[in-house]
């Protein structure tokens, strides 16, 4: 079974500052999806951004980019510029390939991270 | 409405009490998830339906029961249930084949007394 590790419970940066957040992850297969997601105070977890492991190029969205490194099972969240409503829980998810359980497979989250930003 | 919807958004019930979780999506979506969040832990998954039928339960008891009579509708039914049941239970929703990305529901904040 996958495992996904989160090791920092809670983070704080300096707002236009930079943070970057850890995961690390456990799996025996060598294609998969990586993911960070966002759950802000009382409101949707949504999606931040995605990697795929069969891509060498790290994934950017705008101010969010990851730092993955696939040999050492490392997923790294970059926030540039960090701004107040980046003030959220991130959670670090995997999820097997499509081809591997037959069907829609869930996510197996990390326990997450507390960003705060201070003004 | 739009995205994935979940009603009601609190709920407090007793351990004897039956009730029911409500989610839906308005993406033409064909895979719907129940997870359950604790408070100092991992989002959990507990079952998964995909075109309708159940794909996986990751050993939920039985007193959470899943019900998904189409790919738009997913229930949770609940009955005697523990305290250390309560907790946030998401919805969430996905294309069955090429877009591996979730849409999660607000939430059921649930409070079993």
């Known amino acids: 079974a996958q495992t996904v590790t989160q090791s920092q419970p809670e983070m704080s940066v300096q707002e236009a500052e930079t943070v970057t957040l850890s995961c690390t992850y456990d799996?025996?297969?060598?294609?998969?999806?990586l993911f960070w997601y966002k759950q802000p105070p009382s409101r949707q977890m949504i999606l931040v951004i995605r990697?795929?492991?069969?891509?060498?190029q790290n994934a950017t969205e705008n101010r969010f980019s990851v730092n993955f490194q696939k040999a050492a099972k490392s997923f790294s969240l970059k926030i540039s510029d960090s701004q107040l409503g980046d003030a959220a829980m991130y959670f670090c998810a995997y999820r097997s390939p499509m081809y591997s359980g037959g069907g829609a497979d869930g996510l197996t989250f990390g326990k997450g991270t507390h960003l705060i930003i201070q003004p | 409405e739009t995205g994935v919807t979940q009603t009601p958004r609190h709920l407090v019930m007793g351990m004897t009490n039956k009730k029911s979780l409500k989610c839906e999506q308005h993406l033409g979506h064909n895979a719907m998830y129940w997870y359950k969040q604790s408070a100092k832990k991992p989002l959990e998954l507990m079952f998964v339906y995909n075109f309708k039928e159940q794909t996986e339960n990751n050993s939920v008891p039985s007193r959470f029961s899943p019900e998904c009579p189409n790919s738009s509708h997913l229930f949770l039914h609940l009955h005697t249930l523990q305290p250390e049941d309560s907790a946030l239970y998401l919805c969430?929703?996905?294309?069955?084949?090429?877009?591996?990305?979730?849409?999660f529901g607000p939430g059921t904040r649930l409070t079993v007394t």
């Open positions: 990697q795929e492991a069969y891509k060498q």
């Open positions: 969430a929703s996905s294309q069955e084949e090429g877009a591996y990305e979730q849409y």
């Open positions: 799996t025996s297969e060598s294609d998969y999806y």
